[in-house]
């Protein structure tokens, strides 16, 4: 049987997840609309009627989709995107397109269900009616400790870019949303999926093109990664080290180290006994620290205030 010795060195940095614009009036006012709309361009009349500044509209069809549209786990359950549509040319292409982005996000913003095309379908066009420029993208959400080691080649999620003040800002409000959890979907509003740097953003999405990366990474680092669970974006989590997903157990000892100078504890738990343990603490370093016994590959999951917000693969070397 391995140990593995395990210290901890995570910080929190809450206010580098989003800029350092106050949206705590916007988010006020946005509490008060109806929790459904007719159509995506009264929801813009709206948020066009209350703000003026690009930032604020964006903030306002980022937080109203959020907190109002339910993940649709019908459409999961059928295993059903509903995005495949036959064409003969380009102009019929595009004109399929914005027929079907039109008809997710009405259900979305009146039905209050989509799934990830239906949220990023109706900020696009929210914000496209307010006369934004903002877009969808597609690619690799990696979410389930499987993806540790794979390559991003499977195309399973979709997110926003917005332009503002010709910066390209990242959104993704299904992430935003909630979870699902025992086969229900549990509204629980994370605000840093909103105007995450490409830094972060990076941890748990790659895109099919590459240039909507906005910073300099690759397949093989992102494949690299542990999995950055949503919660790990919910208080502004930085995992120092080590940046590597795979953990290995020989006859030395690998070390992870997390800083939690705000006192949230922390704790662990192997995914092949789902028993978990407080991780021991060094009040002069803030070092989160434990030793564990492993027989046989495994994962590992750190957890935050009884969330889960990284998780390794073990691999046992002779």
């Known amino acids: 049987m391995k140990k593995i010795t395990l210290s901890f060195f995570f910080f929190l940095f809450f206010c580098g997840l989003v800029n350092a614009q106050d949206f705590s009036q916007v988010d006020q006012k946005v509490e008060t609309y109806p929790h459904s709309f007719a159509t995506p361009d009264l929801l ?14 964006a903030r306002a069809a980022f937080v109203w989709i959020s907190k109002n549209v339910k993940y649709d786990l019908d459409i999961l359950a059928a295993n059903k995107s509903g995005i495949a549509f036959k064409y003969s040319s380009e ?16 259900a979305a913003v009146n039905q209050n269900k989509a799934i990830c095309h239906g949220y990023t379908a109706l900020f696009e066009l929210v914000c496209n009616k ?3 420029d903002a877009i969808t993208v597609t690619g690799t959400l990696k979410s389930e400790p499987q993806q540790i080691g794979v390559l991003p080649n499977i195309n399973n999620h979709a997110w926003n870019l917005i332009k503002i003040n010709n910066e390209w ?3 993704d409000t299904t992430l935003a949303a909630g979870d699902i959890a025992g086969g229900k979907f549990v509204g ?5 999926f909103f105007f995450t740097t490409p830094e972060l953003f990076f941890l748990n999405h790659y895109p099919l093109e590459e240039k909507w990366l906005l910073t300099k990474k690759t397949k093989q680092e992102f494949a690299n990664l542990p999995v950055y669970n949503r919660s790990y974006f919910k208080k502004g989590n930085n995992l120092l080290y080590p940046g590597s997903g795979i953990l290995s157990a020989s006859k030395g000892s690998c070390t992870i180290k997390l ?10 738990f192997l995914h092949s006994t789902y ?30 205030d009884n969330e889960m917000i990284i998780t ?3 691999k046992v070397k002779p």
């Open 44 to 57: 813009a009349v709206q948020i066009n009627k209350d703000f003026s500044e690009p930032a604020q509209k």
């Open 91 to 106: 102009k019929e292409r595009m004109a399929k397109e914005k027929k079907f982005k039109n008809e997710i996000a009405t």
């Open 130 to 132: 307010m006369g934004l």
């Open 169 to 171: 800002k990242f959104i």
């Open 188 to 192: 629980d509003y994370v605000d840093g």
């Open 259 to 268: 800083k939690n100078p705000d006192g949230i504890y922390l704790a662990y």
């Open 275 to 304: 028993k978990g343990a407080l991780m021991d603490y060094d009040e002069n370093t803030q070092d989160y620290f434990c030793s564990i016994n492993v027989s046989q590959d495994d994962y590992l999951t750190i957890m935050s």
């Open 312 to 314: 390794y693969k073990v």
